[in-house]
């Protein structure tokens, strides 16, 4: 039986190491794939910045600010995560440890009544058994038993005191990360104060090139620009998707004109998927009041809105108004911090304008998971979102998806 035993032990061993193995090299092809596609968002994103026509944009003098403050409210926002899950492993380790306590107890008033009734009573002689009347075999047996069972009743006292204490350190380790983690956090504030002096200066800045931008905004052909640079990320995104091998689709197979993107009639029609069924269901990203709505003219002329332009508060959440994947996360020319989520059958939703943008290319995020906070990035005179939803690259509005009551 060793023989076979060893064999069945070795095989496991076997078994186990290449399950192993093959996990390891599954968790680093997906980190490969992340940094790949990462790596051709980025050369795409520089191939568009090199074939801008104009490098005099006003608002590009902000970009380096804004992605600064986004990058820095995107830490805060991880460290935060870090720290509340850290101390939700705390309470759960110190509710542990109380539960331990209460068995300990318990175990010790047990093993006390037993001591009391085995020494406390005084050991019964042989004459005493006798005239009891009782089995002095059967009264020996107890008695071993008894002892038998406080034995091991103190040996589980004993591991149930060593798991506590071993608790205890763990939850001693917890605290200590816990006040590392807080003061992770001051020296994040400490960047992100320096950050908001910047903020300070780029509303100076905003001051001095204010009217250079409200005058380049007016400008149709920069309107145009703009809209035909965001159509033509989509268009790149579809192709990056296209290539790769494995990963979230987006807009596979688009259409997406960069020149002029149609703008009118366009809806998905009866598809299927997950995200085609939250059609009429869809809560917005953000509240706050509708300035532009789909296909109405902008206020600076020569052009439709493409999607809808909710004031709201700078800073609130934005949140993701379905499940998918962040296939874009960076500064725009005529979108500041813009986010762009995959949720598959070629389906996307855009998020513009952002004063931080809290999640990173490649991350999965849930329907209504926060994925960016309210601002007016790029040159946008008010704080609010852009917010777009587009179907194998075409956008359509949004607000006949969304909720009735939100529309």
């Given at each position: 039986m060793i023989p076979g035993r060893n064999l069945c032990v070795e095989v496991l061993f076997l078994a186990s190491l290449l399950v192993s193995t093959a996990f390891a090299?599954?968790?680093?092809?997906?980190?490969?794939?992340?940094?790949?596609?990462?790596?051709?968002?980025?050369?795409?994103?520089?191939?568009?910045?090199?074939?801008?026509?104009?490098?005099?944009?006003?608002?590009?003098?902000?970009?380096?600010?804004?992605?600064a403050i986004s990058h820095a409210n995107r830490r805060l926002h991880e460290l935060a995560a870090e720290r509340a899950e850290?101390?939700?492993?705390?309470?759960?380790?110190?509710?542990?440890s109380q539960?331990?306590?209460?068995?300990?107890?318990?175990?010790?008033?047990?093993?006390?009544?037993?001591?009391?009734?085995?020494?406390?009573?005084?050991?019964?002689?042989?004459?005493?058994?006798?005239?009891?009347?009782?089995?002095?075999?059967?009264?020996?047996?107890?008695?071993?038993?008894?002892t038998q069972l406080s034995r091991a009743k103190a040996d589980l006292i004993q591991q149930l005191r060593a798991l506590a204490a071993e608790k205890e350190r763990l939850a001693e380790a917890v605290r200590e990360r816990q006040v590392l983690m807080a003061e992770i956090e001051r020296r994040q504030q400490e960047g992100r104060a320096q950050l908001l002096e910047r903020k300070k200066q780029r509303l100076t800045t905003l001051a001095a090139i204010g009217d250079r931008i409200k005058a380049q905004r007016r400008e149709i052909t920069t309107l145009k620009r703009d809209e035909q640079r965001l159509a033509k990320l989509i268009d790149g995104l579809s192709r990056i998707a296209a290539t790769r091998k494995a990963g979230p689709r987006v807009g596979s197979g688009s259409t997406a004109n960069s020149k002029s993107p149609r703008v009118k009639d366009h809806d998905p029609g009866n598809v299927g998927g997950a995200f085609a069924a939250l059609r009429g269901q869809?809560?917005?990203?953000?509240?706050?009041?509708?300035?532009?709505?789909?296909?109405?003219?902008?206020?600076?002329?020569?052009?439709?809105?493409?999607?809808?332009?909710?004031?709201?508060?700078?800073?609130?959440?934005v949140k993701a108004v379905a499940g998918g994947a962040v296939v874009f996360?960076?500064?725009?020319?005529?979108?500041?911090?813009?986010?762009?989520?995959?949720?598959?059958?070629?389906?996307?939703s855009v998020y513009g304008n952002n004063e931080s943008l809290l999640a990173a290319v490649g991350a999965t995020v849930?329907?209504?998971?926060?994925v960016a906070t309210v601002g007016n990035s790029g040159g946008n005179p008010d704080s609010g979102l852009y917010f777009e939803l587009?179907?194998?690259?075409?956008?359509?509005?949004?607000?006949?998806?969304?909720?009735?009551?939100?529309r």
């Open positions: 090299a599954s968790v680093e092809s997906k980190k490969g794939e992340l940094q790949d596609l990462k790596g051709r968002i980025e050369t795409l994103r520089r191939d568009m910045a090199a074939a801008e026509e104009s490098k005099t944009s006003a608002a590009d003098q902000l970009r380096e600010t804004e992605s850290l101390k939700s492993q705390l309470a759960d380790l110190d509710a542990q539960r331990l306590e209460r068995q300990t107890g318990a175990q010790q008033n047990q093993l006390g009544r037993l001591l009391n009734r085995q020494f406390v009573g005084g050991d019964s002689d042989a004459l005493k058994l006798l005239l009891s009347g009782h089995d002095p075999n059967q009264s020996a047996r107890d008695k071993y038993f008894l869809l809560r917005l990203p953000v509240k706050g009041s509708i300035a532009g709505r789909f296909g109405s003219p902008r206020a600076e002329g020569g052009s439709s809105w493409k999607g809808v332009f909710i004031r709201a508060t700078e800073g609130a959440e996360s960076d500064w725009l020319r005529g979108f500041g911090n813009l986010l762009i989520i995959d949720h598959g059958d070629d389906f996307l849930k329907g209504g998971e926060p587009r179907h194998r690259g075409q956008p359509f509005d949004p607000l006949k998806w969304a909720l009735l009551r939100e």
